[in-house]
């Protein structure tokens, strides 16, 4: 029997409270030093004392300072003077029939993104988001019909992470045996925005995301998508080491500029460049070619012989995506026999070709389809390219 879809709602203020303490979430191991130190640690305690609160905050979870048993009573209270242990506020959590975990989420002056747990045998896999919106309006995209409006701040990144370990229970309990089980055990940057507009603010999330002493998931456990963001591409392998996917979903420059919009300032030959000079580019650690299917556009044995054609030189492997309809969409998803003759197209040339199994597609989670529904703002396009650093 089909389980039902749940939902929760939670009655929020519109706008999370502000304060002049700093929020610790988000802050590289070197900021945080710092500001230890401009709170009154002395430099000598210091390094100690960034040891101690990291692995409060990151292993263990733990959000009230008062409860960080190691630490003096009186340096405990130093920090609940001086700082703060703040995540992005659920403002409602779906559960799909398939185990799918989709949760709103308000962040600072109350805007609000979308994050998509994705449960597997073998994985748990966390989808989140980098900006409120997108700059890149992609026609098959839900989300690309939401205007950006900015920026997640490192802190907001990394709290996604910590809020989804919060419902799902994984922080680890203290005196218990040691739980190896990884509920999350990989992330993808897959949500809302594109991350490589945003590029210092999320290599510093992954840093405290990857940090042994914390969280811990390894580079390899965490995947970038980007559209083609040529200039910051090769910054992703140098800065964060994570695995690279992109965005490509065409054969010629004329599909892809329609559907791709990036592709008119960096084009299908001007990123297929950039992947092939990527740092660390290896069998073991290949490019993957994300590509929805959408019924008479890009889903020929044409494009397929002509995709297997652009790959080479490339060490990729290609991720069929069964276009995923939400209400409006101009595309209809390609029938499954020609999925599937596109698959085996790529799979005989010497390329991994699966295709993604659509998940939360009945809570709207499925690739594609995330949007913020409540966010309705507008700005110039000044605003826009201001706080998105462009």
Known sequence: MTAPITQDVLTLPRKLPETDKTNIVGLTRDALREALVAAGTPERQAKMRLGQLWQWVYHWGVRDFAAMTNLAK??????????????????????????????????????????????????????????????????????????????????????????????????????????????????????????????????????????????????????????????????????????????????????????????????IATLLEALKAYPGLSNSERITFEYVMLDGVNDTKEDAYRLVELLKGIPAKVNLIPFNEWPGAPYKRSSGNRIHAFADIIYNAGYASPIRTPRGEDIMAACGQLKSATERARKSKAQIAAEAGL
Not at 123 to 137: M, W
Not at 143 to 166: C, F, P, S
Not at 230 to 239: F, G, K, L, S, Y
Not at 253 to 262: A, G
Request: include cysteine.
């Open 74 to 267: 009186d340096y405990r209270a130093l920090l609940a003077d001086h700082f703060t242990i703040d995540l992005p506020e659920v403002v409602t959590r779906q559960i799909s029939a398939d185990g799918t975990r989709k949760y709103l989420v308000r962040i600072a002056g109350g805007h609000e993104v979308e994050v998509v747990y994705i449960p597997e045998t073998d994985r748990g896999t966390l989808c989140i988001s980098s900006q409120v919106g997108c700059t890149l309006t992609c026609s098959f995209c839900h989300t690309g019909t939401q205007k950006l409006v900015r920026n997640l701040t490192a802190g907001e990144i990394v709290g996604q992470v910590m809020l989804a370990r919060d419902d799902l229970g994984e922080w680890p309990v203290q005196g218990a045996p040691k739980d190896e089980t990884r509920l999350i055990s990989n992330i993808v940057l897959m949500g809302m925005g594109e991350p490589l507009y945003n590029f210092e603010n999320v290599r510093d999330a992954m840093k405290v995301v990857m940090d042994n002493e914390g969280i811990a998931l390894g580079r390899r456990r965490i995947t970038l998508s980007t559209s083609g963001v040529v200039p910051e591409i090769a910054r992703t392998a140098t800065e964060i080491g994570c695995l690279l996917a992109v965005s490509f979903h065409a054969t010629t420059d004329e599909v892809r500029d329609q559907l791709v919009p990036i592709n008119k300032r960096w084009n």
